[in-house]
C-alpha cells in the first residue's frame, strides 16, 4: 500500500516525532506540504494529513496545503494532531478532504508540549508530551490503519 503523511509540524516537533512513528508503521514517506510531489500524492492509497492545533484550529500550512488541492478521485485518508488541549476539531480538515475526493478513514490525537501563549507564562503545558505512551498509541492507530484499508486496497 503506497502511502506518504504531509505533516506541517513547527515549534516543538511534537507533531513530526507521531508522523514519523506512523511513517515507520505504514512504510510512508514524511513530507512537509512545501515538498509534496502532487504526482506521487495522486498515486498513493493513502494520505495522512497532520498538524499541531493553533488557536483551536490545524496550522494554516496545512490548511492552505489542503485548500490547494485539486478534487480528484476517492482516496483514503487519515487526520492526525498534536494538541496543548484536548479534543482537537477535525471537522473542518476532514470536510475540506471530503471536498477534494478524500475519504477520511479515522483521526488521531494526542497532547504535545505547548508554549503558546499565555502558556508560555507559565513554562509552558504538556512537559515531555507526546511521550512513550503516546507514540505507542500513534504506532497502533497507523498499524490498525494498514490492517482495514491494505486489505481493502
Given at each position: 500500500?503506497?502511502?506518504?503523511?504531509?505533516?506541517?509540524?513547527?515549534?516543538?516537533?511534537?507533531?513530526?516525532?507521531?508522523?514519523?512513528?506512523?511513517?515507520?508503521?505504514?512504510?510512508?514517506?514524511?513530507?512537509?506540504?512545501?515538498?509534496?510531489?502532487?504526482?506521487?500524492?495522486?498515486?498513493?492509497?493513502?494520505?495522512?494529513?497532520?498538524?499541531?492545533?493553533?488557536?483551536?484550529?490545524?496550522?494554516?500550512?496545512?490548511?492552505?496545503?489542503?485548500?490547494?488541492?485539486?478534487?480528484?478521485?476517492?482516496?483514503?485518508?487519515?487526520?492526525?494532531?498534536?494538541?496543548?488541549?484536548?479534543?482537537?476539531?477535525?471537522?473542518?480538515?476532514?470536510?475540506?478532504?471530503?471536498?477534494?475526493?478524500?475519504?477520511?478513514?479515522?483521526?488521531?490525537?494526542?497532547?504535545?508540549?505547548?508554549?503558546?501563549?499565555?502558556?508560555?507564562?507559565?513554562?509552558?503545558?504538556?512537559?515531555?508530551?507526546?511521550?512513550?505512551?503516546?507514540?505507542?498509541?500513534?504506532r497502533l492507530f497507523?498499524?490498525?490503519?494498514?490492517?482495514?484499508?491494505?486489505?481493502?486496497?
Amino acid at each position: 500500500m503506497k502511502t506518504v503523511i504531509v505533516c506541517a509540524s513547527v515549534s516543538h516537533g511534537n507533531t513530526k516525532r507521531v508522523a514519523d512513528v506512523m511513517g515507520l508503521a505504514l512504510g510512508a514517506r514524511v513530507v512537509d506540504p512545501e515538498e509534496v510531489d502532487m504526482a506521487e500524492l495522486a498515486a498513493c492509497d493513502l494520505v495522512g494529513f497532520g498538524a499541531g492545533i493553533f488557536s483551536r484550529t490545524f496550522n494554516p500550512r496545512l490548511r492552505q496545503f489542503v485548500r490547494s488541492l485539486p478534487p480528484g478521485e476517492r482516496r483514503k485518508a487519515f487526520v492526525f494532531a498534536t494538541s496543548g488541549l484536548p479534543k482537537p476539531p477535525f471537522r473542518p480538515l476532514v470536510r475540506a478532504l471530503e471536498r477534494k475526493g478524500f475519504e477520511v478513514h479515522g483521526t488521531f490525537s494526542c497532547r504535545g508540549f505547548d508554549t503558546w501563549p499565555p502558556f508560555r507564562l507559565i513554562g509552558g503545558i504538556n512537559k515531555g508530551r507526546p511521550n512513550a505512551a503516546d507514540l505507542e498509541a500513534a504506532r497502533l492507530f497507523a498499524e490498525g490503519l494498514r490492517a482495514r484499508i491494505g486489505a481493502t486496497s
